[in-house]
């Protein structure tokens, strides 16, 4: 993810490390904004004295070992599910299932593809994924653009596509993409959806007044046990307890017994 991010800002994380990982016991206020827009905090805050820390994989990472992983104390994974109206993952099944073996909280991302049929990658990966209680929201990764395409056009779509992901799953998906990437398209229009960003930098995602980031991708070149290849690292902005919040909620014996009671759960989490 985040392919297009300058080998100079991955340079300048690899130098704040040590910076970065003790941040996660202070608040997490946003580090001011973007030109002449107003910047805005998560309004979240850590109650643990260490970082909550995830990754996230694709077939780059090939054949984890989940074990592994979950020995390196990674709380969260995203895996990578399907790109476009047509490509599945070649190792999400085997990611999905791991994950939930290894006790790993886990979440589903899509690829979005300007160019391809927005009705197409909406049905790909509702046909792919299966969300089951205690996941987290999917997400959809944005981080390409076609200059074929209108700015609004691509608002659109990505517009439908959150739409018509809420509808399935009964939760609102989490916006994945890269700081340039968020000022350029995204900040300001989608205040109804989390963020996950990706910056490569001592500094903290920077959002429009109007927005919330909740995941940081800090770096592309992580080595974590388990992986024989570099692999992104996200921090997450709060506690256990926050992060099972955003899951899927729990259904009881009696909610699966009645259709009211689980109407409820249809509603977006907030």
Not at 248 to 268: I, N, R, V, Y
Request: charged residues 20%.
């Amino acid at each position: 993810m985040a392919q297009f991010l300058s080998s100079f800002s991955r340079a300048l994380v690899l130098c704040s490390a040590v910076f970065t990982l003790s941040i996660a016991s202070t608040s997490v206020v946003s580090a001011g904004g973007a030109g002449n827009t107003p910047n805005n905090s998560t309004d979240l805050k850590t109650n643990t004295t260490t970082t909550i820390k995830g990754i996230d994989v694709s077939r780059w990472q090939k054949e984890v070992d989940w074990a592994l992983v979950k020995e390196a104390e990674i709380s969260f994974a995203f895996v990578k599910a399907t790109q476009a109206d047509f490509r599945l993952d070649p190792y999400f099944a085997r990611n999905w299932e791991e994950t939930k073996r290894h006790g790993i909280k886990r979440g589903a991302y899509h690829f979005y593809k300007p160019e391809a049929p927005i009705q197409g990658q909406i049905d790909l990966f509702i046909n792919t994924v299966s969300l089951e209680p205690g996941d987290l929201p999917p997400v959809l990764d944005i981080e390409v653009f076609d200059k074929n395409i209108s700015s609004e056009k691509m608002r659109q779509d990505i517009k439908l596509w959150l739409e018509a992901i809420t509808a399935h799953y009964g939760v609102k998906p989490i916006i994945y993409t890269y700081q340039n990437y968020y000022r350029r398209y995204l900040q300001g229009h989608f205040p109804e959806y989390h963020f996950w960003i990706a910056r490569y930098s001592p500094a903290q995602p920077e959002v429009h007044h109007t927005d919330k980031w909740m995941f940081w991708q800090y770096t592309d070149r992580g080595t974590i046990a388990g992986i024989n290849s570099a692999v992104d690292i996200n921090f997450f902005a709060g506690d256990l307890d926050s992060l099972g919040q955003l899951c899927l909620p729990e259904f009881t014996a009696s909610d699966a017994l009645s259709p009211l009671k689980q109407l409820k759960h249809m509603h977006p989490l907030q």
